[in-house]
């Protein structure tokens, strides 16, 4: 793997806490003990106004961007959340409940949720339509120091700075597992963004104060969390502060006091770089959406963007929508923010998918089965683009409240329910679905725009 420095980004005037990624543009977040948060464009290597952003009184110490892109939560020693648009670089709400420094924070899955850890040992999961915290739990002994949700959209493993790690409900509070990984403190905690295999079997990278960093399969059985160590990887001569993996999870960056950042082949578990990334020690790093970048931030105050080469990452470049192009799209055709698209976009392409598809172009002999299913797949979707919808009253009505709703989200069942409701059911602990009793396979609420629509449009209902 050839790896080389492609940016470097100066203007903060103390340590660099953290760094993050725009899901749908290449621009780059940093946050810093100088109190601010700075914009960084990597097309042209310069800070995007309005940046720096100025809103917190002490050390900023997390920022990360909502799944979508379009909010960035920070959080700071001051004890506050902020949350910011990122089409207007405004901010939107401050969220206050947390008694001490606030030291993390992560989005759901689907960016409905923003769980904060903080030094006051408790954990808050602010519901972010609303602004409004519905969970808060301090289960902790110690600083709650890092968090990130599983996949599944409910569980969040939050870490403690005396070594332990529990994993909980977010939508009740309810603990489902406990125990202590890293005896000098949990630095970090990233769960993969894929599942290990079949079941609720997911990976998670943990790094700590003793020099390790350890993978983990973490499986859900009844309700409850087993953890069991997959590697302990121990290249690192201080202690761990940062972990990321690549979006398609084959590499794993860890960074380091040692001012060093060393990347992992997660198939072999071996290096395959160091890099000797800062004169201090490293606090933070992120892969790019596209795999092909990866960001470091540090106490020498810069922040450094890494190109990766390889022949494994090739495969990871993003190509352009068949069916769009537009200023949604970078200068490079790469990145769309498909997360604005409208039905008729989403129909558009799905055409233009099942075109290529079909004619056979740029498709492999031995990919014959993946596509077959692949194909029939876009054919269910592009029949139900196609079909003209015929919704009734009580399709308009949600079916724990049967009421008219007014915020249709779908949940894994398949259902659409008023949000507000179906929030109340899954933080009473209920992980059955309300119409079929069958189990949910996961917390993810995904908005329903099309319902929401055609209720819009509709005559109000007798």
């Not at 990597?42 to 995007?48: A, K, Q, S």
């Not at 207007?88 to 206050?96: A, D, E, K, Q, V």
Request: net charge neutral; charged share 15%; hydrophobic share 35%.
């Amino acid at each position: 793997m050839e790896v080389s420095c492609f940016r470097e980004f100066r203007g903060h005037t103390v340590d660099v806490n953290f760094v993050s990624w725009s899901p749908v543009d290449q621009k780059l977040v940093s946050c810093s003990g100088d109190k601010t948060v700075r914009i960084w464009d990597l097309t042209t290597g310069r800070d995007v106004p309005p940046s720096p952003l100025i809103a917190h009184s002490l050390h900023v110490n997390a920022c990360v961007f909502s799944p979508s892109g379009d909010l960035l939560a920070t959080v700071s020693s001051d004890t506050s959340v902020k949350l910011w648009s990122t089409t207007t670089w405004t901010l939107i709400g401050t969220l206050s409940g947390h008694s001490g420094s606030v030291r993390c924070c992560a989005f759901s899955p689907d960016g409905n949720l923003l769980a904060t850890g903080s030094a006051d040992e408790s954990v808050r999961v602010w519901e972010v339509s609303t602004l409004q915290c519905v969970t808060t739990f301090s289960k902790h002994e110690s600083n709650v120091v890092c968090c990130s949700f599983a996949p599944n959209g409910w569980l969040l493993a939050t870490g403690g700075s005396t070594g332990e790690i529990i994993f909980s409900d977010a939508f009740s509070g309810g603990v489902v597992g406990k125990h202590m990984i890293h005896d000098l403190g949990v630095n970090t905690i990233v769960m993969a963004p894929q599942q290990a295999e079949q079941g609720e079997t997911y990976v998670m990278v943990t790094a700590g104060n003793d020099n390790k960093v350890k993978l983990w399969n973490v499986t859900i059985q009844q309700k409850r969390v087993i953890m069991q160590v997959r590697a302990t990887l121990s290249s690192h001569s201080a202690p761990v502060h940062t972990c990321a993996f690549s979006p398609d999870g084959m590499l794993l960056a860890s960074g380091s006091v040692d001012c060093n950042i060393i990347i992992w082949d997660m198939v072999s578990l071996q290096p395959k770089k160091h890099l000797k990334a800062h004169d201090r020690f490293i606090t933070h790093c992120a892969f790019s959406p596209d795999g092909h970048f990866l960001a470091s931030a540090s106490n020498d105050k810069v922040i450094k963007v890494w190109k990766l080469n390889s022949s494994g990452l090739d495969s990871m470049a993003p190509s352009p929508s068949p069916s769009r192009s537009d200023s949604s799209s970078s200068a490079q055709g790469g990145l769309i923010k498909t997360q604005r698209w409208s039905l008729d976009e989403v129909c558009g392409w799905v055409e233009a998918i099942k075109r290529q598809m079909t004619s056979g172009d740029k498709l492999h002999p031995g990919d014959g089965d993946a596509v077959s299913r692949l194909a029939k797949a876009l054919g269910d979707l592009g029949n139900l683009c196609t079909s003209t919808p015929r919704a009734s009253g009580d399709d308009f009505k949600c079916p724990i409240t049967q009421q008219t709703m007014v915020d249709p989200v779908v949940a894994s069942d398949g259902f659409t329910y008023e949000r507000s409701a179906i929030m109340a059911w899954l933080g009473r602990g209920q992980r059955t679905s309300p119409v079929t009793n069958l189990p949910l396979t996961s917390g993810t609420l995904l908005p329903n725009r099309h319902l929401k629509a055609l209720i819009g449009k509709a005559p109000p209902l007798p």
